[in-house]
Nanobody
Framework: QVQLVESGGGLVQAGGSLGLSCAASGSIFSINAMGWYRQAPGKQRELVATITSGGRTNYADSVKDRFTISRDNAKNTVYLQMNSLKPEDTAVYYC??????????????WGQGTQVTVSS
């Protein structure tokens, strides 16, 4: 059984920084892409950033130059460093692992979500 466990998040003032991490556990052979999505109250879940196993990154325009995604393939862990946070970054942040290959399966998985609140 594959699980994604997130950590980090919390409350920060506008202009501050926070870091998130997400570790995938289980009998994992490989993970294609890992990333972060967020969902604010009353809004749909949206992409924040993704990173492939080869290190190729993709960012939402709203977070470019402020957020940095990175990944440790050996640990099946993805990180998100968030700088210059704005109140509009307030949301529940979800970790995603896409194309997770185990002995028997090839699926996508989601973390439980972690709250990020940015006060003005």
């Amino acid at each position: 059984q594959v699980q994604l466990v997130e950590s980090g998040g919390g409350l920060v003032q506008a202009g501050g920084s926070l870091g998130l991490s997400c570790a995938a556990s289980g009998s994992i052979f490989s993970i294609n892409a890992m990333g972060w999505y967020r969902q604010a109250p009353g809004k749909q879940r949206e992409l924040v950033a993704t990173i492939t196993s080869g290190g190729r990154t993709n960012y939402a325009d709203s977070v470019k130059d402020r957020f940095t995604i990175s990944r440790d393939n050996a640990k099946n862990t993805v990180y998100l460093q968030m700088n210059s946070l704005k109140p509009e970054d307030t949301a529940v942040y979800y970790c995603n692992a896409a194309g997770v290959r185990t002995v028997r399966t090839w699926n996508d998985y989601w973390g439980q979500g972690t709250q990020v609140t940015v006060s003005s």
